[in-house]
């Protein structure tokens, strides 16, 4: 089993320009979740999806959009990237209550 | 507002000297207390779950417990392997399929 994973590793955008980041998972888990990680601040929810077909904004979910396309899948897409998201974004699956699994991150670069 | 402090935000350690970390939170009601293992450029790795004060889990050299207010991860007789960011996340019973995390304490292990 692969877990959790996510495409690309790493991107590099120009302010203004749109990308989608994508996330699978083989746990058959129901909740899935995307994170961004700043130095110093931890992980920040920015939105997560209890079940297939329903989505939820989390503490930090302005800029983004976000699509749970089956159990599987959950992507999360940026609309017109700004240098404030440049960051570390993990997508994690998990049980609503119980500990998450997470994939390797996605290093996004904005300039 | 479910608020996580961990503390000391970093931890140099001699091989073989035994320390605790500190994850401090504020939560309406503790549905559950997790800790997680990050190595550089990895995504989390989960370690514990704790539910309510006074339980206690051990993994290797490692032993998590919990109070009402704080947990503690307790790193016994550390080996260099052990170095990592240790990350704590809470959920509480207002804030289902959400987790609040603590931006971590880095743990080096030297030789």
């Known amino acids: 089993n692969a877990g959790v994973t996510q495409t690309p590793k790493f991107q590099v955008l120009k302010t203004g320009q749109s990308m989608t980041l994508q996330c699978a998972q083989d746990?058959?888990?129901?909740?899935m979740y995307w994170y961004r990680q700043d130095p110093g601040m931890g992980l920040r929810l920015i939105y997560y999806?209890?079940?297939?077909?329903?989505?939820d904004k989390g503490e930090v979910p302005n800029g983004y959009n976000v699509s749970r396309l089956n159990k599987r899948e959950f992507s999360l897409r940026l609309e017109s990237a700004a240098p404030s998201q440049t960051s570390v974004y993990f997508c994690?699956?998990?049980?609503?209550?119980?500990?998450?699994?997470f994939g390797p991150g996605t290093r996004l670069t904005v300039t | 507002e479910d608020q996580v402090t961990q503390s000391p935000e970093a931890l140099r350690l001699q091989e073989g000297e035994s320390s605790s970390l500190n994850c401090s939170y504020t939560?309406?009601?503790?549905?559950?207390l997790f800790w997680y293992r990050q190595d550089p450029g990895k995504g989390p790795e989960f370690l514990f779950t704790?539910?309510?004060a006074g339980e206690e889990k051990e993994k290797e050299r490692l032993k998590a417990t919990l109070t009402k207010k704080e947990s503690f991860l307790h790193i016994t007789a550390p080996k260099p392997e052990d170095s990592a960011t240790y990350l704590c996340?809470?959920?509480?019973?207002?804030?289902?399929?959400?987790?609040?995390f603590g931006a971590g304490t880095q743990v080096v292990v030297t030789p």
């Open positions: 994690a699956g998990g049980l609503a209550a119980y500990e998450q699994y």
């Open positions: 746990m058959n888990h129901n909740s």
């Open positions: 999806s209890a079940s297939e077909g329903t989505t």
């Open positions: 939560v309406s009601g503790l549905r559950g």
């Open positions: 704790l539910y309510s």
């Open positions: 996340a809470v959920q509480g019973t207002d804030s289902w399929g959400k987790f609040q």
